[in-house]
Structures are given as structure tokens and as C-alpha cells.
């Protein structure tokens, strides 16, 4: 196997063509895996070093590897907060590809450890397996579980299968859009997009996440970034901004991206000075309904993790792995050592001794 590193954005571009070629033939595939979105993530979050890495079986491009140095130490998968699902974009031989970019970088880069963090379960059996080949060292903890609802009943089944009490609040919501002050306008072609994000940003501004910097309104990057993420998808009909208004003011928005019969709800918010009458509840209450009659959606993502919030529309969720990866040497095999001994004892707090001694070395140890 052949492996090119593009360590740049302009090179990158050259694989447009050849990148969703590769993930159109992979079973995890994800918007957050189209190069797309990835190309835009590059372009506006901040990083150290592009390390896209692409495996070739002769003349085939048969891999991707979408990965960055975070600092002068770290590699990690192409991610934050505004990214999900990351994993390696292998149309065969799978096992091999990844085996083949382990050997890569114990040859290859400067780095002191590997981190993958969200791999679903498959993957991290197989990064596991490759790792054993070597003598590099491995931590593999549980990751988050993200919420997700499947679209495979009809809208009054799946409204049965929530609690009384989830089921009373939806109905409520959805009559609540009956009132002639509220109404719901969708925004999903390119030449009606920007009107969609300048209602969003409106809304964003009045919103909690604008307290806590996480609004999409609270910084210059973040604006761009949703702002060029929906013109771009916006032109695949992968993005869909909709608007709840209170008369003529906006007053929630939910802002999803849709790729092969999943829907990601990316992004939500309201303006607090309507929190009395759930404007976020409306919202996505009918935005949910129309997904489960109107479209061929097999699931919809909520993204992250499970909340108090989005309990209250799902129990099901995907489990994912939190990998690290280590150079052999003394000060890392007594790390990888506390780490793994640590997922032992955690969920036994019974000897609290020994688990506040362990506590405290795994997180000493966790910031060397």
C-alpha cells in the first residue's frame, strides 16, 4: 500500500472527486465525513498541522485517514464540538488500511500520543487489533452515547412509545403552532440560505448559548463556519435552516444537515425572553413531526450526549470509544497501567481508599 500525506488545503482539493467516492462505498458514513464538511471545518477551527492521510492499493485510492496535530504532541481525528462521528474512510480491506496507518506513524511523525476519541465500536476493534501487532501501548475508555431517534414507525406510534408526560408536552407544542402569532418558515435552497442564517444569528444573539460563548453568533469564526457549512450544503439540498416566528420576530431556529436518509439536528436555540411559552419545544416538535410524514429519514441524530432535554425524545443511542495511543517507554507503560486499572475499580467505589488513590494518579498522569 501507497500512503500520501496532504498536509494542506490547496492538495486537498485535488480529492474532492476521489474523497466522496470513497465514502459513498463505506457503510459509517457521515455528513461530518463528506470533504465538505470537512474542507470547512479546515478552513475556520484551529489546529497545528493537516495530516490527511490517503492509502492507495496500487493505483486505487482506497482510504482515508482525516486527521490533525492539535499541538506539537497530539494527533487526533478532524473534530470539536461542532463535529461528530470521526472515524477512517475505508471502502475494503479494512483491517489492513488501518494496520497499514499505524505503520505509517510509528515510521513517520513526531508525535507522543494518538488520540481518537467517539470511534464507534467497529472501528475501535479494529484500530485495537492493529495496535496489538505493534508494541505500541493503548487506553480504550467508554465514550459518549449519542442520542438518536429512529424513523421506522409512524409519528402517532413513536408519540406512544414516549412517557404520558413527554407525550402531553409534544401534543401541547404542536397545538401551540396553531395559534395564528406563530408560524414555521423552512430554509433550504441556495438562494434563500442567507435569509435563513441572518433569522438564526437574530435568534442566537437573545439565546444561553451566547452567555457560554457557544452560540454560532458569539464569534466571527463560528458564523462563518455554519455560514459557509449551509451554502455549500445548501447546494447538495443537505441543509435545512427552519425558523419559528412570534409574529414577524424570529424566536427559535433549528439548523440540521441531512445525508442519505439521516437527519443531524446540529443546531438549536430560542431567544430566552420567550422561554415561557417553549419556543424551542414548538419548534422541533413540528420539525420532528413533518421528518417522521414527510421524508424517507431512517434516523435522526441529536448529536453529543444524552441530556435531561433530549431524554425526553429518545432512549436509544450509539455507543462510542475513547481511544489514546502511546509510545513504549517506562513513563507511559505506568500510565497506560493507572488508566487501564483505573476503568477496573470505577464502577466498584466500594474500597473508597483505593479510588481516590487511583482517581488522583490517573489525572495526574492524564496531564503529562
Same mark, same amino acid.
Not at 439521516?262 to 420532528?288: A, H, Q, R
Given at each position: 500500500?501507497?500512503?500520501?500525506? %496532504? ?7 485535488? @480529492? ?7 465514502? &459513498? ?25 493537516? %495530516? ?10 482506497? +482510504? ?6 492539535? &499541538?506539537?504532541?497530539? #494527533?487526533?481525528? %478532524? ?26 506513524? #510509528? ?10 476519541? &467517539? ?17 505500541? /501501548? ?39 403552532? =396553531? ?12 438562494? =434563500?440560505? +442567507?435569509?435563513?442564517? &441572518?433569522?438564526? !444569528?437574530? !435568534?442566537?444573539?437573545?439565546? *444561553?448559548? =451566547? ?14 463556519? @455554519? ?42 436555540? @430560542? ?10 419545544? #414548538? ?20 448529536? +453529543? ?17 475513547? %481511544? ?9 507503560? /505506568?500510565? !497506560? ?21 487511583? *482517581? ?9
Amino acid at each position: 500500500m501507497e500512503i500520501i500525506k %496532504i498536509d494542506d488545503l490547496q492538495k486537498l482539493e485535488n @480529492y474532492k472527486g476521489a474523497w466522496n467516492e470513497v465514502l &459513498d462505498k463505506i457503510d459509517s458514513d457521515n455528513i461530518f465525513l463528506t470533504y465538505d464538511f470537512i474542507a470547512t471545518f479546515l478552513k475556520y477551527f484551529d489546529y497545528k498541522e493537516i %495530516i490527511i492521510l490517503i492509502i492507495k492499493d496500487k493505483s486505487e485510492i482506497i +482510504g482515508i485517514a482525516p486527521l490533525i496535530k492539535t &499541538d506539537s504532541e497530539t #494527533i487526533e481525528f %478532524i473534530r470539536n464540538g461542532h463535529s461528530y462521528e470521526p472515524d477512517f474512510i475505508i471502502k475494503r480491506n479494512k483491517e489492513e488500511v488501518i494496520e497499514a496507518v499505524i505503520k505509517y506513524f #510509528i515510521e513517520s511523525e513526531n508525535w507522543k500520543k494518538i488520540v481518537l476519541n &467517539d470511534v464507534n465500536e467497529v472501528s475501535s476493534m479494529l484500530i485495537k487489533k492493529a495496535i496489538k501487532k505493534t508494541n505500541l /501501548l493503548i487506553t480504550v475508555q467508554e465514550g459518549r452515547i449519542s442520542p438518536i431517534i429512529k424513523v421506522d414507525k409512524s409519528w402517532n406510534d413513536y408519540l406512544n412509545s414516549r412517557s404520558k408526560k413527554n407525550r402531553h408536552h409534544i401534543k401541547q407544542y404542536l397545538k401551540n403552532i =396553531e395559534n395564528k402569532d406563530f408560524s414555521i418558515t423552512n430554509f433550504r435552497k441556495s438562494e =434563500e440560505i +442567507g435569509d435563513g442564517m &441572518d433569522a438564526l !444569528v437574530e !435568534v442566537s444573539k437573545k439565546s *444561553w448559548q =451566547e452567555r457560554n460563548k457557544s452560540a454560532i453568533s458569539s464569534s466571527a469564526t463560528l458564523k462563518g463556519f @455554519y455560514q459557509e457549512l449551509a451554502k455549500s450544503s445548501s447546494k447538495l439540498d443537505q441543509v435545512m435552516i427552519s425558523i419559528l416566528f412570534f409574529k414577524d420576530s424570529p424566536i427559535s431556529f433549528m439548523y440540521y444537515l441531512m445525508f442519505k436518509n439521516k437527519f443531524y439536528t446540529l443546531k438549536w436555540g @430560542y431567544d430566552e425572553k420567550y422561554m415561557t411559552c417553549s419556543p424551542g419545544g #414548538i419548534l422541533i416538535s413540528n420539525v420532528f413531526k413533518d421528518i417522521f410524514e414527510k421524508s424517507k429519514a431512517e434516523t435522526i441524530d441529536l448529536l +453529543g450526549e444524552f441530556d435531561t432535554f433530549k431524554k425526553n425524545w429518545t432512549d436509544e443511542g450509539i455507543r462510542h470509544k475513547n %481511544i489514546t495511543i502511546y509510545k513504549q517507554n517506562l513513563t507511559n507503560s /505506568l500510565k !497506560v497501567f493507572a488508566i487501564n486499572h483505573w476503568n477496573k475499580i470505577k464502577d466498584n467505589r466500594e474500597n473508597n481508599i483505593l479510588f481516590n488513590f487511583s *482517581w488522583k494518579i490517573v489525572n495526574k498522569l492524564k496531564k503529562k
